[in-house]
């Protein structure tokens, strides 16, 4: 029997990304194990079949703005 290692190190052994890279592509759905996409990196298998998305992309989105509206002239304490 095998012992259970975590799916990110999986990862890493197939397509030797780094584990940051691993994880991105876990977390943002495109590893599936058997058939089912999985999204946690710390989630363990044996001999589960590990597929990553051959559209898959490791990128991070930038930052974002959010614009919040000012109060209306008038409005507050008197």
Do not use: Y
Request: with cysteine; proline share 9%; aromatic share 4%.
């Amino acid at each position: 029997m095998t012992d259970p290692i975590r799916l990110s190190k999986r990862l890493i052994e197939l397509v030797g990304c780094s584990r940051r890279e691993a994880e991105l592509f876990i977390e943002g759905g495109w590893v599936s194990v058997d058939g089912e996409v999985i999204d946690e990196p710390q989630f363990k298998i044996t001999t589960q079949k590990v597929e990553l998305d051959p559209e898959a992309n490791d990128t991070t989105p930038g930052p974002v703005n959010i614009l919040l509206p000012a109060p209306a002239a008038g409005d507050g304490d008197s």
